[in-house]
Nanobody, 116 residues
Framework: QVQLVESGGGLVQAGGSLRLSCAAS????????MGWYRQAPGNQRHLVAG???????SYADSVKGRFTISRDNAANTVYLQMNSLKTEDTAVYYCYYTDYSFNYNWGQGTQVTVSS
């Protein structure tokens, strides 16, 4: 089992920045891809960004050029640097990882609120 602990959410004004962190512990050898999804009220959960163990990244079109995902394999931590935040980025952000059988596992979520 792997435990994911997220931190870094909060309230920020539009145009500001936040950095999310997600630290994994436990059976970390089973971790393949890590990243972030988000879910706004009344909406489905959507992928924000993901990064493989080798460092290949993917982003939702809505965050390209503003968000940067990175990963420290030695620290078993994934980061999401969010710049130029918009009100539409407001959501609960969930850290996730997939194992080598492509099963998804989730953190508890952290609230990001962007005010106008």
């Amino acid at each position: 089992q792997v435990q994911l602990v997220e931190s870094g959410g909060g309230l920020v004004q539009a145009g500001g920045s936040l950095r999310l962190s997600c630290a994994a512990s436990g059976s970390i050898f089973s971790i393949n891809t890590m990243g972030w999804y988000r879910q706004a009220p009344g909406n489905q959960r959507h992928l924000v960004a993901g990064i493989t163990r080798s460092g290949t990244t993917s982003y939702a079109d809505s965050v390209k050029g503003r968000f940067t995902i990175s990963r420290d394999n030695a620290a078993n931590t994934v980061y999401l640097q969010m710049n130029s935040l918009k009100t539409e980025d407001t959501a609960v952000y969930y850290c996730y990882y997939t194992d080598y059988s492509f099963n998804y596992n989730w953190g508890q979520g952290t609230q990001v609120t962007v005010s106008s």
